[in-house]
């Protein structure tokens, strides 16, 4: 299994910047893509962006040039970090990385983190 652990939400003031990072700890996966998604209040959740384990990296058009993701593969880590923030960034971010297992079936399977609450306050 993998388990994923992200940290550093908080409470900002738009304009304000946040670097929220997400810990994937396993033993029998290889972790290959990451990314961050994000559930607004009311709404459904939504992808914020993708980086492959080469570091290419795709955004969702509301955060281009705001938001960079980025990861550490011998940490198997990736990170998010939110500049410019809007009150429309406010929801619960989630991490999520896709990996393959080391063994038979040798499958790729999708891993979720619980979620960290970002608030922007205008």
């Known amino acids: 299994q993998v388990q994923l652990e992200e940290s550093g939400g908080g409470l900002v003031q738009a304009g304000g910047s946040l670097r929220l990072a997400c810990a994937a700890s396993?033993?029998?996966?290889?972790?290959?893509?990451m990314g961050w998604s994000r559930r607004a209040p009311g709404k459904q959740r939504e992808l914020v962006g993708t980086?492959?384990?080469?570091?290419?990296?795709n955004y969702t058009d509301s955060v281009k040039g705001r938001f960079t993701i980025s990861r550490d593969n011998a940490k198997n880590t990736v990170y998010l970090q939110m500049n410019s923030l809007k009150s429309e960034d406010t929801a619960v971010y989630y991490c999520?990385?896709?990996?393959?297992?080391?063994?038979?079936?040798?499958?790729?399977?999708?891993?979720w983190g619980q979620g960290t609450q970002v608030t922007v306050s205008s």
């Open positions: 980086i492959s384990r080469s570091g290419t990296t």
């Open positions: 999520n990385a896709n990996a393959r297992s080391a063994g038979f079936p040798f499958k790729s399977y999708d891993f």
């Open positions: 396993t033993s029998t996966f290889t972790i290959n893509g």
